[in-house]
């Protein structure tokens, strides 16, 4: 069975992802996790019910804190026109994972707006499974803009960093 940890975990992961619905089952045990339209990500969790006391376990809900639409908007489109921008390198996640900006929480991060960087360089580490791959920059030059936030669910060719090559 799931500790509340754990749930917890999943539900910050799916929150963060482009994630609609994710349902895991084991042992008889079942967590359904399902976004609505507004964002707010909510868990249900069911198990067997011994047959003297059965159990209905009460849904838990997770809401995103209200940032105003306009902000929002506006820091969206400016990424979008960045990510558009034909002149800069994007490194992209080679793997479905958690974006890590250094190799542990007391360590500085491997590079930073404005770090020069080399085709061999490591600029993060993506964990998939409990293993920690690092990612190599594939380009010389200036790191523009880093797009993920450290700990965040990135996808298979996400774009995790732009690069303005030499």
């Not at 069975?1 to 929150?15: A, C, T």
């Not at 929480?105 to 061999?120: F, I, R, T």
């Not at 990612?135 to 298979?156: F, K, T």
Request: hydrophobic share 40%.
């Amino acid at each position: 069975m799931l500790k509340v940890q754990e749930i917890r975990e999943i539900i910050k992961l799916i929150d963060h992802s482009s994630i609609d619905e994710f349902t895991y089952e084991s042992e008889g045990t079942k967590v359904k996790l399902k976004k609505n339209s507004t964002q707010n990500t909510t868990a249900v969790l069911a198990q067997p019910a011994p047959v003297a006391a059965p159990i209905t376990p009460a849904p838990v809900v997770v809401e995103s804190p209200a940032k105003p639409v306009n902000e929002t908007v506006a820091k969206e489109e400016q990424k979008a026109s960045a990510i558009n921008d034909e002149t800069l390198h994007k490194i992209t996640s080679p793997m479905v994972g958690t974006f890590y900006k250094s190799s542990s929480p007391e360590s500085p991060a491997y590079v930073q707006v404005g770090d020069k960087v080399s085709v061999d360089g490591v600029v993060c580490i993506v964990e998939a499974m409990k293993l920690f791959n690092e990612i190599e920059a594939e380009v010389s030059g200036e790191i523009v803009e880093i797009l993920v936030n450290d700990g965040q669910l990135v996808e298979y060719g996400q774009p995790l960093f732009l690069v303005k090559a030499n």
